[in-house]
């Protein structure tokens, strides 16, 4: 259980962090996480947890979350920072709103998509990231579910290869029992 938590902390950490700025361009998705935390970090709901690397899985049922670094890689897969600005193609269509990567842009978040419900609150979110360079490469997808405005579950799911290494999948997903 050590070793997976700590390769998942060591994953969340291998992407570079940028400062926001002021207005948003993009969907405020860190705004809707940051949201999710502080109610999630109050109310500490039970949560079944499934975690894999390679070919060991465990799975957990715990009130005992973090949820800042829970929801990190998601929490970096929002577009309002500056170096972002104008790097997407945005689709607008039936309550979804999906952002591309421009292609020749070097981001590392590829595509972003937020379904909406009839109230037009957040029922379903994907992002697909990928970083590649000298040391490592890595590749993640996520997912999170959303009911009457509050996270349901979440998924990450991916690998990391480091340049001298064979790769290494991964997934965490986690369901929020109750209310």
């Known amino acids: 259980m050590r070793i997976l938590l700590i390769l998942f902390i060591f994953l969340a950490a291998c992407t570079n962090s940028e400062n926001k700025i002021h207005s948003k361009t993009y969907y405020d998705l860190a705004g809707l996480l940051n949201q999710q935390i502080t109610e999630l970090s109050a109310k500490k709901p039970m949560v079944e947890k499934t975690l894999a690397v390679k070919d060991k899985n465990e799975r957990i049922e715990t009130k005992d979350i973090d949820w800042n670094k829970e929801l990190e890689l998601f929490l970096q897969a929002d577009l309002n920072k500056q170096s972002y600005q104008s790097a997407y193609l945005v689709d607008t269509k039936d309550k979804k709103l999906t952002y591309q990567l421009k292609e020749g842009e070097k981001m ?25 360079n000298y ?45």
């Open 108 to 132: 590392p978040v590829k595509q972003l998509t937020i379904e909406f419900d009839a109230n037009d609150l957040p029922k379903h979110i994907e992002a697909s990231m990928n970083t590649n």
């Open 135 to 179: 040391l490592y490469e890595s590749d993640k997808k996520l997912s999170a579910d959303f009911a009457d405005n509050k996270l349901k579950n979440y998924k990450i799911e991916g690998y990391q290869q480091l340049f001298i290494g064979e790769k290494k999948p991964f997934s965490v997903e986690g369901k929020i029992k109750g209310d």
